[in-house]
């Protein structure tokens, strides 16, 4: 079975909290406060692997989880870093929030990208020394790490795709020019997994051509399984569209021709605009010249038509050289493109986190007040709620940012419950007590 698609939740690591600690040694006069900080957590990085072919890994596994840093110790002493952990992917699989936005596209191998970003360590109270405070008593709970659940899709990294309705020969010519080893029957739907095979031109020349399983009416709008079938035609750069000019099975070539291409606008419009050429197949069998005249009629002004048999291999160098040929100008037209702008080379990192959004939003839920905001948010994360001095320093900080104003203006009265993030408050309007 061919595994090219899968859903996965990647959490990254907690950031190590930060020590509370005083130097008290004997000749040491006036120590002051040694805590270090904590370790930055693990990052979970995905790495694409040339050496993988399919999703299958991600059946059995489901959850990826780095590992946390170490917390701060004291004499100054930072936690150790939570190792990232690195999960291999094949290359051209694409990643993506549950939403559908895109979040990386591992296109080459060794290429990397960051999936899940790892908490901030705490600060130690050797952090939080000032002139009017020597010895403060309060240190930092480290943040936690992005978790997101991700969907994974492989599409194939392909040179040449061979499309076309089900039983129309793309199994016979990819088994006919390369060394690939299809399953073939007379039958439809006899391949139900893209099949790859290297087409060697010449001794330094050569590309590597898929067989994608046929299509059906209705593909681009989902129907049975396009989506997944037309995901890999993407990667190709040219297209060779199977056409089975025998009538054989009781379809008209024309028609088939003009379905196939309609579910491929409607998949996307890039991939009608792609190098195309017509592969006139089984012109071994009866009616076979009747209908290539045809379309030759119908299509040869604007498509390059090739007859062959993959039965026989009548054309089938021919259709393969002119592939090739597609391929070289495709080259040539990228090599004219500019440059990409310098950038961090094959290191991408994605935060997954949404954007923040205003400093502080109050909403009213049932009998309690709902306070978000990023920063607020993120504030009572790092605060050690054991520690009298860290809960000090809390409010101090929300009351900087105008929390009380806020909900007091929205209607906030003595002995409400206020809930910001994972805690839960009880409200008391100290903004008469000054």
């Not at 240190?139 to 076309?164: Q, R, Y």
Request: net charge negative; charged share 25%; proline share 5%.
């Amino acid at each position: 079975m061919f595994y090219d698609y899968a859903k996965i939740f990647v959490k990254a690591g907690k950031g190590g909290d930060g020590m509370v600690s005083f130097r008290r040694e004997k000749y040491v006069p006036a120590g002051g406060p040694s805590g270090g900080d904590g370790g930055k957590g693990g990052s979970v990085v995905f790495v694409a692997d040339e050496g993988l072919r399919t999703l299958v890994d991600f059946r059995y596994r489901k959850h990826y989880n780095a590992a946390p840093g170490e917390p701060g110790k004291s004499k100054n002493m930072h936690g150790a870093a939570g190792a990232d952990l690195v999960v291999r992917v094949p290359v051209g699989t694409v990643v993506k929030k549950d939403d559908g936005s895109v979040v990386g596209d591992l296109v080459f191998h060794r290429q990397r990208l960051a999936v899940a970003r790892g908490g901030r360590g705490g600060k130690g109270n050797a952090r939080f020394v000032s002139s009017v405070n020597r010895a403060p008593r309060v240190a930092d709970n480290g943040e936690t790490g992005e978790e997101s659940w991700l969907v994974l899709e492989l599409k194939l990294l392909a040179d040449v795709g061979l499309i076309g309705f089900p039983n129309v020969g793309k199994s016979s010519i990819i088994a006919r020019v390369s060394a690939a080893k299809p399953k073939i029957a007379d039958y439809p739907f006899t391949t139900i997994d893209p099949n790859l095979g290297v087409v060697r031109l010449d001794d330094e020349e050569s590309f590597v051509l898929a067989d994608i399983p046929g299509l059906i009416e209705g593909a681009g709008e989902g129907a049975g399984l396009g989506f997944r079938f037309l995901r890999h035609v993407e990667r190709t750069r040219v297209l060779i569209h199977v056409l089975d000019v025998s009538g054989f099975e009781g379809r008209d070539p024309l028609e088939d021709f003009e379905t196939i291409t309609k579910e491929l606008e409607l998949y996307s419009p890039g991939l009608s605009s792609k190098p195309q050429i017509v592969a006139a197949n089984k012109m071994d069998l009866p009616q076979a010249e009747e209908n290539l005249a045809r379309l030759r009629e119908k299509l040869g002004g604007d498509h390059q038509i090739i007859a062959i048999s993959a039965a026989t291999g009548l054309g089938c160098a021919e259709l393969m050289r002119e592939a090739g040929r597609l391929l070289k100008e495709q080259d040539a037209i990228q090599a004219r493109l500019p440059e990409p702008a310098p950038g961090d080379g094959d290191i991408r990192v994605t935060r997954l986190e949404a954007a923040d959004g205003p400093p502080i939003a109050v909403r009213r839920d049932n009998d309690r007040w709902i306070l978000s905001g990023s920063e607020a948010e993120r504030q009572i994360r790092r605060t050690n709620f054991h520690n009298e001095a860290a809960v000090g320093r809390l409010l101090k900080i929300l009351r900087s940012m105008d929390v009380d104003g806020t909900l007091k203006a929205a209607g906030a009265a003595d002995g409400d419950t206020v809930v910001i993030g994972p805690m839960e408050f009880e409200y008391a309007d100290t903004s008469a007590g000054g």
